[in-house]
């Protein structure tokens, strides 16, 4: 195990889904590690106090250190949809989570690259993640 696992979700693109990043990363961070950690943190807020210009190259070079990209798109972002390109750009395996009823974007859903996986609840969503990492 031991991945190191580019987690993405919205940030500036609302925060309704905090919670359940929140849940996503613990379930990941119990045997392998998330990079992007402050993705579920239920205190940051909308605009971030470090520059956009840091944040970029943090998150790009997170990106490279990965060694798979896991994605919860509920909530669109332009920010994930970004990274989501970028993963795809250097190689990284990409894994979309979305729930059930959603409309993804048609640059998510028509792109063979990805990894699309539906789910209904957060229990499907949470067995899912472990069965993609290894763990039954």
């Known amino acids: 195990m031991n991945k190191k696992v580019y987690f993405a979700g919205s940030i500036r693109g609302g925060r309704q889904d905090a919670e359940l990043y929140r849940k996503i990363i613990s379930v990941i961070n119990e045997t392998d590690k998330v990079l992007t950690e402050h993705v579920g943190d239920l205190s940051l807020s909308l605009v971030e106090g470090q520059g956009d210009k840091a944040i970029y190259e943090q998150d790009t070079a997170w990106l490279r250190e990965s060694d798979i990209v ?67």
């Open 70 to 136: 896991i994605a919860e798109c509920s909530q669109p972002s332009l920010g994930v949809g970004y990274e989501l390109a970028y993963a795809e750009k250097i190689g990284k395996p990409v894994h979309i989570f979305y729930r059930v009823g959603i409309n993804l974007s048609a640059m998510l859903s028509g792109d063979d690259y990805f990894e699309l996986h539906s789910y209904n609840d957060e229990e499907e969503l949470l067995r899912d993640i472990k069965y993609l990492l290894g763990r039954k």
